[in-house]
């Protein structure tokens, strides 16, 4: 069986840690990490999602701003908030909460923040050091996953690592962040042919491509690494990762679980960004 890694318990460690630095940077410099936050229209996983980054905040000692606006917002009146908190020197990470309504363009959102403070790590500044070099910020889930898997021991260097789905946020990003780490890559993704034949290989299995437990025992490789970004809503309100998790616990060396895995790693490593804003 496998061991379960404690996305739970990591989250909060990292917290804490963060906690105390923040703590220690108020006392000998004065400064408060602060992050704003924007949400346009009324989602109901953005409000609850929204919500959790503020506590957070609150909860490491950092000042949290909030700006709601209604669905029907045009792109102008969120641009001139964002060009304030670019001057704003209380506030040192930015994050638009997304998805945005149709009439707004995201990408132009994103590219309106100052690359430095893109905690989100979305802005193409960031996404383009991201692969020549160092970017001021890397997206928070696939740090999160980096995270997991440092504090659990789990060596990266030179593994046969193979991630399904190829989004921005996740599957990209993460490739670039293991390849740093010499790891090597496989992205995979729904085209892909025989995709058991190359999950199979994966010393590494990360699963990230929204299509609930998609993963079966028999696509894994005895004493895998799996970990699941997975967060599917089933009919029956039943959160499911993209893991078959009972069949591939019996066949993986270490598991992530949803809920309780990679998933409260995000805002951790939100934080961590955002505490590295206010050190820039
Ligand atoms: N919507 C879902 N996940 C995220 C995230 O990590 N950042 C932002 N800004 N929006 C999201």
Redesign the pocket.
Known sequence: MAIIIDGKKISQDVRNEIKEKALHLKEVRGIIPGLAVILVGDDSA?EI?VKRKENACREAGFLSKEFRLPADTDEKEIFDIIYKLNRDETIHGI?????LPKQINPESVIEAVDPKKDV?G?HPYNLGHLFTGDAFHNS??PSGILELLDRYGIEIKGKETVIVGRSN?VGKPLAMMLLKRHATITICHTRTKNLSEVTKRAEILIAAAGSPEMIKGNMVRQDAVVIDVGINRLGNGKLAGDVAFSEVSKKASYITPVPGGVGPM?IAMLLMNTLNAALI
């Open positions: 953005s999602y994050l638009v909460q997304l998805p989100d979305f928070c889930t946020i995000t």
